[in-house]
């Protein structure tokens, strides 16, 4: 069984940053689509950024520009680097992963707050 663990959630001012990790066992990150999904109380969960197996990324308009996703096979993470947070940001974000045919996964999410 692949688990995600999540980490890198808190509380933020406007204009601030944080890095979302998400680190997988069993399975290299390199061998899976990767998406980060965020989702605000009343709101659907909407898809924020991806890193496919090529090692492109896509994004979704409210975040270009600011937020950045990452991989690095040496500690099997995917990251999401985070910067001039808004306060519309605020959600849980949670990590996905494709491994095709070792299955899907989902993080158990994390809290980003940004407020003053």
């Known amino acids: 069984q692949v688990q995600l663990v999540e980490s890198g959630g808190g509380l933020v001012q406007p204009g601030g940053s944080l890095r979302l990790s998400c680190k997988a066992s069993?399975?290299?990150?390199?061998?899976?689509?990767m998406g980060w999904y965020r989702q605000a109380p009343g709101n659907k969960r909407e898809l924020v950024a991806a890193?496919?197996?090529?090692?492109?990324?896509n994004y979704t308009n409210s975040v270009k520009g600011r937020f950045t996703v990452s991989r690095d096979p040496g500690t099997n993470t995917v990251s999401l680097q985070m910067n001039n947070l808004k306060p519309e940001d605020t959600a849980i974000y949670y990590c996905?992963?494709?491994?095709?045919?070792?299955?899907?996964?989902w993080g158990q999410g994390t809290q980003v707050t940004v407020s003053s």
């Open positions: 069993r399975l290299s990150v390199m061998i899976c689509d």
């Open positions: 890193i496919g197996i090529s090692g492109s990324t």
């Open positions: 996905h992963a494709d491994f095709h045919v070792y299955g899907t996964y």
